[in-house]
């Protein structure tokens, strides 16, 4: 069983900054992709931004420039570093990992969290 745990949501002023958290815990052989995807009220989930085991990164064309993407691999970590905060980046942001476990390769997504950015 694996599962992944978000952390640092809120509920932030315009321009201010959120730090999110992502730890992957269980029978966890290898990781290879981890990313954060987000989801707006009515909205269809999108890519936020991914990161590769080799620390290749990918971001939305909304967020560049104001998020960055990192991983710890000693810790199965990732996180996403949110400035520059935005009314519309108002979301619940889900943790997604691509990884082996001790039986196949899948993709594993958090429970989500919270972000809020007041305008």
């Known amino acids: 069983q694996v599962q992944l745990v978000e952390s640092g949501g809120g509920l932030v002023q315009r321009g201010g900054s959120l730090r999110l958290s992502c730890a992957a815990s269980g029978s966890i052989i290898r990781i290879y992709t981890m990313g954060w995807y987000r989801q707006a009220p009515g909205e269809q989930r999108e890519l936020v931004a991914v990161?590769?085991?080799?620390?290749?990164?990918n971001y939305a064309d909304s967020v560049k420039g104001r998020f960055t993407i990192s991983r710890d691999n000693a810790k199965n970590t990732v996180y996403l570093q949110m400035n520059s905060l935005k009314p519309e980046d108002t979301a619940v942001y889900y943790c997604?990992?691509?990884?082996?476990?001790?039986?196949?390769?899948?993709?594993?997504w958090g429970q989500g969290t919270q972000v809020t950015v007041s305008s």
């Open positions: 997604n990992a691509e990884l082996d476990n001790s039986r196949y390769r899948g993709n594993y």
């Open positions: 990161i590769t085991g080799g620390g290749s990164t």
